[in-house]
């Protein structure tokens, strides 16, 4: 059985989606289409190359989540030097090091552009804040100018994963034939961040416009974190935390209600066992904790899950919406 695969963003707290990927896997399930936002970019992404997930758990094993949050010793003094990066650089952190990480993976696989994969495999979700627009890549690339075949994948991953006040953001210019008379030079850069500003949980990527044949139908299953640190107040104490609690409160509100609604027949819900988004210094024992919370979420799910069922629920979805 094929599935196509939504998978939502929630920064390091992406690492249980992985566990959730090995129960699917157990069931049989192959993966035709994936989609993500933020870490579920990350996550959307390898799974396109090719990796399964057990390869995935020995990554997270490998990986000290800690090394993504680079800046220079200048910036590196209390209190002053954040502050400075933030205004210099516009975040805490360069996400150099994490755009590097995935180039390496993908390329282990011989995977580097969306060209390397078949049409409409991967698509990552991004915010373009500069024109106050959501953006699905690699499609949405052209509008600046740039071949969607020849965009590099862990370029996209790294604007979807841009959390706003923690990673700078990605700046690219537009090509000479898309920029308007008498553009400015400064508005011919777009700045992309974080694709959970708009949509952290795109669900709605893979849907139909019309009733779809039956026996054409390929099931879209999403994989959501839930218990985002609801119990988990965000202090504020001056204008950068103020930002944080914005983006955080965006993070885990956004989507939310769309899918409680009308999507839980097709819906993975994985505790996060009160993991923060940007908990990067949390140690290996609980990134394992949060694998097998996403496996064990899984296993449920697919145990009553059945073909069958998907579609007709899925039929009186889009009825609903006509």
């Known amino acids: 059985m ?48 090719g990796y399964n997930a057990e390869e995935m758990r020995a990554i997270i094993q490998a990986t000290p989540f800690r090394a993504f949050l680079q800046r220079s010793k200048l910036f590196d003094t209390k209190v002053i030097g954040p502050a400075a990066r933030f205004l210099l650089k516009k975040g805490l952190y360069s996400g150099e090091a994490l755009e ?40 949405d690339i052209a509008q600046y100018g740039i071949n969607p075949q020849l965009f590099n994948i862990s370029k996209a991953v790294r604007m979807s994963t841009s959390i706003p006040y923690f990673f700078d953001p990605v700046i690219i210019r537009k090509a000479a034939d898309r920029r308007l008379p008498n553009e400015t030079f400064a508005d011919q850069f777009i700045y992309v961040v974080d694709g959970g500003l708009l949509s952290n949980f795109p669900l709605w990527i893979y849907d139909y416009d019309k009733v779809p044949a039956f026996d054409e139908m390929i099931p879209t299953i999403g994989f959501q974190l839930v218990g985002r640190g609801a119990s988990m107040p965000n202090t504020i104490y001056g204008p950068l935390s103020m930002f944080k609690a914005l983006f955080s409160t965006m993070m885990e509100a956004h989507d939310e209600r769309y899918i409680e609604d009308v999507n839980r027949f097709r819906t993975i819900k994985i505790p996060t066992l009160g993991v923060s988004i940007t908990q990067f210094d949390m140690s290996i024992e609980t990134s394992m904790l949060l694998y097998e919370s996403g496996r064990l979420a899984g296993e449920k799910f697919f145990s009553k899950w059945r073909a069958v069922d998907y579609k007709e629920n899925f039929i009186e979805h889009v009825l609903r919406k006509q």
């Open 2 to 49: 094929k599935i196509n695969a939504v998978f939502q963003g929630g920064g390091v707290k992406g690492v249980a989606l992985a566990g959730a990927i090995a129960a699917a896997e157990q069931k049989g399930i192959k993966f035709h289409q994936v989609a993500g936002t933020s870490s579920g970019a990350i996550i959307a992404s390898l799974i396109a190359a």
């Open 100 to 139: 590097n990480w995935i180039h390496r993976l993908l390329l282990a696989k011989g995977i580097r552009t969306f060209g390397d994969l078949l049409p409409n495999q991967l698509r990552i979700i991004a915010s373009d804040i500069s024109q106050r627009k959501l953006l699905v890549l690699p499609d």
